[in-house]
Structures are given as C-alpha cells and as structure tokens.
C-alpha cells in the first residue's frame, strides 16, 4: 500500500503533550517529513530525518520512527500550535511520494 | 531570502488547459528537484508529480491522477518550473504549490513552499 494514514483529529490542553501518529509501508523503508499548515496558508516544514528541525522551529517539535509508524510530537503546546499537520514520505516504489490523510490539531 | 512564487492560475472549462509557473529566487535553482502539490478545497495534500535537474536528466515522475495530462517543465536560465495541464477535469481544482525537493543521507523534505496558485476548472 501507498497510502499514510493519520487520525484526523487531536486536542491537547494548552502546555501539554500531543504526539501525531501516520501509519504506512513504506516508512518501513523511508524517513517521514512533517507539515504544518494553517488556514489559508502553505504548508511548512517542521520535521525532517529521523528528527530535524529547520531553523525557526521550536524545539518542542520532535520527530520519531518504529516500523511502519512516524509520529510527530509536541510538548508544550501552545495556541500558535494549532493546525492541520500531514507527513509525507516516498511510496513504495520510491518514485513517488505520498502525503499523510492530516490530522487537525486543536489547542484547548 | 529563498522563495517560490506561483502564478498562472485561473478558471478553465473542462477539457482545457492551463500552465503554472513556479519563480525561484534565493537558491540554486538549476540544482534542485522541483514538485508540484495540490490541494482540493477543504481537502488534503495530494503529490502531483516532480522534475529533477539537469544532472539526473530532467526525469519527470507523475501521481497517477495526472499522468498523461499533465506535464512538468523547467527552464534553468529563468529559474522557474511549470506545470503544462491538459484535459482538466472538475476534480482537478485545487490550490496548486510548488516546492523544492531536499535530500541529504536517506531524507526526504519538501521546503520552502509557494503560496500556491488556485486553479478553478467548471463550465
């Protein structure tokens, strides 16, 4: 399968822990990247590798792997933080690439 | 300052076509794979497809949604990138971005991104 599949929605409180699941075949084989986009804007890098941030990130963003299973972590989040967020990774063919179904993320 | 900036977007009947463009600036251009995301409204990101660089001979790879009708270009001496689409159908509107694609020891990314460039196909 070529498909990533996240939940498609979180809450968190505000300051506290939330991690984002995607789940697929083929992160048995390729590293997840992270998204974030808010309304009306483009989406924006916040996870690359097994668990890089560019710069201007905030270090509560964390990134993880085991399996088929990338997740995305936030600790501490705050009300900035609230946004739709996808990973991507390349198919199984490795010729393609594929995005995460997203996940909402609201901040109480 | 590294950016894209989209343009060419528009309403088009069904049937028809319509070329985007993808204007870079602040990175070398002619080094970088260059692809194209969209986004239905109220929908997810889908990949629509990606050329690379001259190096790896302008290899062109395509989502199965667009391959056949739609066709990515680029022209290094402009540093911009293009997506040529034929035979639209309702299904492909969306906002369409362009992005570079990075990679460095097995890792994939996708940064930075346009601010895409909305395409409206109806009668």
């Known amino acids: 399968s070529s498909e990533l599949t996240q939940d498609p929605a979180v809450s968190v409180a505000l300051g506290q822990t939330v991690r984002i699941t995607c789940q697929g075949d083929s992160l048995k084989n390729y590293y997840a990247s992270w998204y974030q986009q808010k309304p009306g804007q483009a989406p924006v890098l916040v996870i690359y590798?097994?668990?890089n941030r560019p710069s201007g990130i905030p270090d509560r963003f964390s990134g993880s792997s085991s399996g088929n299973t990338a997740s995305l972590t936030i600790t501490g989040a705050q009300a900035e933080d609230e946004a739709d967020y996808y990973c991507?990774?390349?198919?199984?063919?490795?010729?393609?690439?594929?995005f995460g179904t997203g996940t909402k993320v609201t901040v109480l | 300052e590294v950016q894209l900036v989209e343009s060419g977007g528009g309403l088009v009947q069904p049937g028809g076509s319509l070329k985007l463009s993808c204007a870079a600036s602040?990175?070398?251009?002619?080094?970088?794979?260059m692809h194209w995301v969209r986004q239905a409204s109220g929908k997810g990101l889908e990949w629509v497809g990606r050329?690379?660089?001259?190096?790896?001979?302008?290899?062109?790879a395509y989502a199965a949604s667009v391959k056949g009708r739609f066709t990515i270009s680029r022209d290094d001496s402009k540093n911009t990138a293009y997506l040529q689409m034929n035979s639209l159908k309702t299904e492909d509107t969306a906002v369409y971005y362009c992005t570079r694609h990075r990679w460095y020891e097995g890792f994939d990314w996708f940064d930075p991104w346009g601010q895409g460039t909305l395409v409206t196909v109806s009668s």
């Open positions: 991507n990774s390349r198919d199984s063919s490795g010729n393609h690439y594929v």
């Open positions: 590798g097994k668990n």
């Open positions: 050329i690379r660089s001259k190096a790896n001979s302008y290899a062109t």
């Open positions: 602040g990175f070398t251009f002619s080094g970088s794979a």
